[in-house]
């Protein structure tokens, strides 16, 4: 895995340093992150499927794409250089809102993120990057509670969270 550091910050989102990624989510030390959700004209959400070789969460499904800002980056512009990364596609995004939340995995590894939830719309199809993304599909908010509901498991923390409490 390639070093990469995110930007840890506090609980009003101002920031009180950077780490290497892995050891962020080694000691569970909040730092900045975004969700992506693209929509098409039809309502339906872009959902991917994460790639099984992720070090955690690998082979769930969720939004769009997420990742962290370098430091230095701004939060939109990371936002739209992943999209562009994980799926191969451009939009306009705007940001949503936000949610913090705290969980561990199986692996001893957490996620302590302050996640900042940015939409757009697209009719585009997707290219994903297969390192980042197993696959993907188009689905309508109805269909993904119902699937949440049915099968929690299948989908990561952040996602489950962003969908009740956002749309």
Same mark, same amino acid.
């Given at each position: 895995?390639? =070093?990469? %550091?995110?930007?840890?910050?506090?609980?009003?989102?101002?920031?009180?340093?950077? *780490?290497?990624?892995? @050891?962020?989510?080694? %000691?569970?030390?909040?730092?900045? &992150?975004? =969700?992506?959700? !693209?929509?098409?004209? &039809?309502?339906?959400?872009?959902?991917?499927?994460?790639?099984? =070789? %992720?070090?955690?969460?690998?082979?769930?499904?969720?939004?769009? $794409? $997420?990742?962290?800002?370098?430091?230095?980056?701004?939060?939109?512009? &990371?936002?739209?250089?992943?999209?562009?990364?994980? *799926?191969?596609? @451009?939009?306009? /995004?705007?940001?949503?809102?936000?949610?913090?939340? %705290?969980?561990?995995?199986?692996?001893? /590894?957490? @996620?302590?993120?302050?996640?900042? +939830?940015?939409?757009?719309?697209? #009719?585009?199809?997707?290219? !994903? #990057?297969?390192?980042?993304?197993?696959?993907?599909?188009? *689905?309508?908010?109805? @269909?993904?509670?119902?699937? +949440?509901?049915?099968?929690?498991?299948?989908?990561?923390?952040?996602?489950? *969270?962003?969908?009740?409490?956002?749309?």
């Amino acid at each position: 895995m390639i =070093s990469e %550091k995110v930007i840890l910050v506090d609980e009003q989102d101002i920031v009180v340093g950077e *780490m290497e990624k892995l @050891e962020a989510h080694q %000691k569970g030390l909040l730092h900045r &992150a975004f =969700s992506v959700f !693209i929509f098409n004209d &039809a309502g339906q959400l872009l959902l991917q499927q994460r790639a099984l =070789s %992720k070090y955690h969460s690998a082979g769930l499904w969720t939004n769009t $794409c $997420c990742s962290h800002p370098r430091p230095n980056e701004d939060t939109l512009t &990371a936002a739209g250089r992943r999209l562009n990364e994980e *799926m191969g596609l @451009e939009a306009e /995004l705007e940001h949503k809102n936000f949610l913090i939340y %705290k969980t561990k995995f199986e692996n001893g /590894l957490f @996620e302590h993120e302050y996640d900042h +939830i940015f939409i757009g719309k697209t #009719n585009e199809q997707p290219k !994903i #990057n297969k390192n980042e993304v197993e696959k993907y599909e188009w *689905m309508s908010p109805t @269909e993904i509670k119902e699937k +949440i509901n049915s099968h929690p498991e299948q989908f990561t923390v952040w996602f489950k *969270m962003a969908i009740e409490k956002f749309f």
